[in-house]
């Protein structure tokens, strides 16, 4: 019933830019906290930043300044505007429901997109 499909992960050069887009069905975004999330090769999965339902953003400090969270309510859709992008951003971008109580925590979001594929080559 609840489904979210990430998209706009392709291939860029350093220092370029991607606006990932995560459109859900089956809820309404609106009414939820959602997070995006990034795991690499062989790594764990990690926070990235996310969006309350008041607006309120928070992001991993490695991306501070670089990448810009949003909603678009009337879409439905989530949005992860990513610039001066570094290789050490290449990963598999998820979005996520909050359900739990821990932003930063995967453990806390009960609902996940199956991921886009960034890579930033140098």
């Known amino acids: 019933q609840v489904q979210l499909v990430e998209s706009g992960g392709e291939w860029v050069q350093a220092g370029g830019s991607l606006r990932l887009s995560c459109a859900a069905s089956g809820l309404t975004f609106s009414s939820y906290t959602v997070g995006w999330f990034r795991q690499a090769p062989w790594k764990e999965r990690e926070f990235v930043s996310v969006?309350?339902?008041?607006?309120?953003?928070y992001y991993t400090d490695s991306v501070k300044g670089r990448f810009t969270i949003s909603r678009d309510n009337a879409k439905n859709t989530v949005y992860l505007q990513m610039n001066s992008l570094k290789p050490e951003d290449t990963a598999v971008y998820y979005c996520a429901v909050f359900t739990g109580d821990t932003l930063a925590s995967t453990k806390s979001y009960g609902y996940w997109g199956q991921g886009t594929q960034v890579t930033v080559s140098s």
């Open positions: 969006i309350r339902r008041i607006g309120s953003t």
